[in-house]
């Protein structure tokens, strides 16, 4: 069984910086891309970043040049560093694999950031 467990959500004040990760455990073989997405209260799931196997990244437009998406494809881990964070951060984020067989989910992490 697949599980992505993500961790490094909490509490920052505006203009702060968190880092999440999420690890994928269970029988899964080649991810094409990973990533993350997150949802607000009140608001659609939406796209924060993915990158491919090769390292190709693709992030939403109004969150390129504060947060960055890596990952480590040994050990099957993907990090998202997010700086000068904003009351409008606020959301559970999300961790996401994708391959030839579908898509795995992670249950949510929350972050807050407060003004």
């Known amino acids: 069984q697949v599980q992505l467990v993500e961790s490094g959500g909490g509490l920052v004040q505006a203009g702060g910086s968190l880092s999440l990760s999420c690890v994928v455990s269970?029988?899964?073989?080649?991810?094409?891309?990973m990533g993350w997405y997150r949802q607000a209260p009140g608001k659609q799931r939406e796209l924060v970043a993915t990158?491919?196997?090769?390292?190709?990244?693709n992030y939403a437009d109004s969150l390129k040049g504060r947060f960055t998406i890596s990952r480590d494809n040994a050990k099957n881990l993907v990090y998202l560093q997010m700086n000068s964070l904003k009351p409008e951060d606020t959301a559970v984020y999300y961790c996401?694999?994708?391959?030839?067989?579908?898509?795995?989910w992670g249950q949510g992490t929350q972050v807050t950031v407060s003004s």
């Open positions: 269970g029988s899964i073989f080649s991810i094409d891309a």
């Open positions: 996401n694999v994708h391959g030839r067989w579908g898509d795995y």
């Open positions: 990158i491919s196997r090769g390292g190709i990244t």
